[in-house]
């Protein structure tokens, strides 16, 4: 029977398997946890070789899931990643051939160099847990997470992400370089024999299935919301709208975000109540791609995580 602290035991045995190969990025893999408790897809965005990949297929392995890898190019078609009707010469029908879309956890590689209409593919699958192939529609998984990464240095060749897609992500997440220290355990993981090839030479242990994080995605509604709690939610979100250096701020997407996320946090630390804590926490991840900055406070260098943080240390905290 899963209850909140069989949820906290699972989710801390996950990041603790997951910690066995990834050295350091803790909130990243605390972010990821908590976008799959709360049915939420994520864009991670940082420079090639900070295990981005390896992260998922890591959390794969640990959940049983499918795991599907999916590397966008300008030539790809919706086709490509969907599925198409076939003709059988051997039936003589038309059979479905279901695209790699059809997984548990979906690797979406580099999804800012796939063309408009291929990025667009993906909003109905992010959105309504569904694919439609010349009009017949079929469901995804119950535990359907699309994680999709992008190079914040390249721009050439690659189709900037429009706002409708950008806002179906829970959150993005920022993964910077190991920090000092953490480089030297990897080196040394290596040194020891790790490949990140040769995952399954890991010693991962399979921590639960994708059934049991189905019931564990229910538990969510156990974490109940004070109405000060929703208020402070609220009060950021409509603050962000208002913002000198902010030129659109958050919409209602944003506030079911930061709501939800906080529960996740909560649920996760075996707690079945949100804090003001929980919402400080999970304001950047959710609103830093659904803002859009003035010109001049980008020409100044401000970042969307400085203006958010300013928001957040303006706004008061509830008792």
Do not use: W
Not at 19 to 36: F, T, Y
Not at 37 to 51: K, N, Q
Not at 209 to 238: D, F, G, L
């Amino acid at each position: 029977m899963v209850d909140v602290a069989r949820v906290r035991e699972i989710f801390s045995n996950l990041k603790k398997e997951i910690q066995k190969v990834i050295v350091g990025q803790e909130e990243p893999i605390d972010l990821i946890l908590s976008a799959v408790l709360i049915r939420g897809h994520v864009l991670l965005e940082g420079v090639p070789g900070t295990a981005k990949t390896l992260t998922v297929k890591t959390l794969a392995q640990t959940v049983q899931a499918g795991f599907q890898r999916i590397q966008m190019t300008p030539d790809l078609m919706p086709s490509d990643v969907l599925g198409t009707n076939m003709f059988d010469s051997h039936t003589r029908t038309f059979q479905v051939h279901k695209g790699p879309i059809f997984s548990d956890l979906v690797l979406v590689d580099e999804i800012n160099r796939a063309p408009a209409k291929t990025q667009s593919a993906l909003l109905e699958c992010m959105e309504e847990k569904q694919v439609t192939i010349e009009g017949n529609r079929f469901p995804l998984s119950p535990i359907f997470t699309v994680l999709a990464t992008q190079n914040p240095l390249e721009y050439e060749g690659t189709y900037p992400l429009p706002e409708a897609q950008l806002d179906r992500f829970m959150f993005k997440i920022l993964i910077d370089y190991p920090r000092d220290g953490e480089e030297n355990k990897i080196l040394e993981k290596f040194e020891a024999g790790f490949r990140s090839d040769k995952l399954s030479e890991a010693g991962l242990m399979a921590i639960t299935t994708p059934q049991e994080i189905i019931e564990c995605q229910e538990i969510i509604k156990q974490v109940k919301t004070k109405p000060s709690i929703i208020e402070y939610i609220t009060q950021i979100i409509r603050a962000s709208r208002s913002a000198g250096d902010i030129q659109v701020g958050g919409g209602v997407r944003s506030s079911i975000g930061v709501f939800l996320a906080s529960k996740a946090l909560a649920l996760i630390e075996g707690r079945d109540f949100v804090t003001p804590d929980d919402v400080k926490k999970m304001v950047c991840p959710v609103l830093r791609h659904r803002i859009i900055l003035k010109p001049e406070a980008e020409i100044e260098g401000i970042a969307p995580d400085d203006a958010l943080t300013a928001i957040v240390n303006q706004v008061k905290v509830p008792r």
